[in-house]
């Protein structure tokens, strides 16, 4: 039997990369869209508690049964599982992507892309967010079809310790070919943030947020030299936040325990 | 000097519970508020990157500096270190809530509260996410006063392991007083949602999510065991989201690294 595949993302459904994700899945199995119908860019892991969800059948990927969520990335694997697909076949594998830029190091924390993986991982399934580090708007996917499907194929041969979703992200298109496959850590970087303040028709101020990129990390096995490198990086990621090295610290230190 | 102390949360800047976080404070040292413009609950990490901000300052804590701010809490902390704050001194302390629930276990990862703590730690600043595990409109924050302050000051004195943030949970209201404080991890428990499904008056259907809370954890030394028993639970997070001990297996299980 091929696998289930739910395919979700967070630059919605009528995007470039869910749609080249789309059509490399339907290379390796069954596949099911349930994605946002609108861009989800920077919504992280939030959920839609305080309003209604939307959710209407679309057919714009030639025969790829698919579902538009007015809700972010985790609704829309929410929805997939407990609604779509209540009661029946569960998928094999959730893929979410591929972004149209980057989601190394802190910026997986902001990323809806694997905001949608996480959550697959959440319940029990493997999960692979890929992104693509080029923000270019006419940037080029085609080089990622190969790696998409061997990463997919991996992952539904040997499965995914439990708990885990991979942060896979591509370097841009060059003249040489991707060097291969990195298995990484988060590297240690920031965004440091600036405002733009602009004064609107009505004179009042309003701000966009903007930033540049610094990374601290000095290291080789992380994302961001993986990327510069012109290797596909590959994070292995939790969702169990726990410092667990700063519970004994905790425990010694403070006085106010008791 | 006293210390400086941000202020913010997810329910929103006139919610009771920041109301009642600022009224702790000020006995803890200067205050400055910013916080979202209106409920931001369940928006986990999420920024405003594809749309504009909006800040103004606002007269409604008696004297303390605040700003209401349209994005997200993670904004709201942007937005405070680098507009409002620019070129001054930074924050001793970041401290968020108090969240009008629970956000215990795996809520940390859709936590606005969570968010805007962890967004001042990798801002390399002490911060601290305060919630009390009461949803009732009408919730008693009034036992929460004492522990707020004794760990506040506590973060104060000893600061706190690099990259950490305090995810701090405190029992609803009982006859009995909290029997202290535990340090813990994150349960391992989760969400099973459910799609309640309505028709709208143009008859398209609409949904609500609504879910119910399944602990699988068994332990004693995580925050749905303390908030069980009564304690106020305290656990320490970070941003780091990398499962470092699956870095070797997937190097060592995977065909495709070459």
Redesign the interface.
Known sequence: MKPLILVSNDDGITSRGIRHLVTVMKQVGDVLVVAPDS?Q??????????N????EEVDIFDGVKAYQCSGTP??CV??A???VLKGQRQPDVVVSGVNHGSNTS?S???SGTM?AA?EGA??GTPAIGFSLCDYRHDADFSHTEDYIK??TQ?VLD?G??K??AL?VNFPAIKSEPIK???????A?A?W????D??VDPNR??????TGSFVNFDKGEDNDEWAIANNYTS??????????????P???E??????
């Not at 860019?41 to 305080?50: E, L, Q, R």
């Not at 291969?180 to 988060?186: F, K, L, S």
């Not at 590959?234 to 519970?247: E, K, N, R, Y």
């Open positions: 861009p860019s920077g919504m992280g892991h939030a959920i839609t508690v305080n209604v969800l939307r959710l985790a609704d929410k929805m599982r407990h609604f802190i997986v924390l902001y905001s996480i959440i319940e061997k990463i991996q040997k995914l310790p708990g885990v942060n291969g496959i990195r298995i990484c850590r988060q240690n920031k440091v943030e600036e405002f303040r602009r009042k101020p309003y701000f966009w947020m590959v994070v292995p990621c939790q969702f169990d936040l726990t410092a667990h090295q700063a519970i610290v905790l425990n230190d403070w006085e106010i325990l008791g």
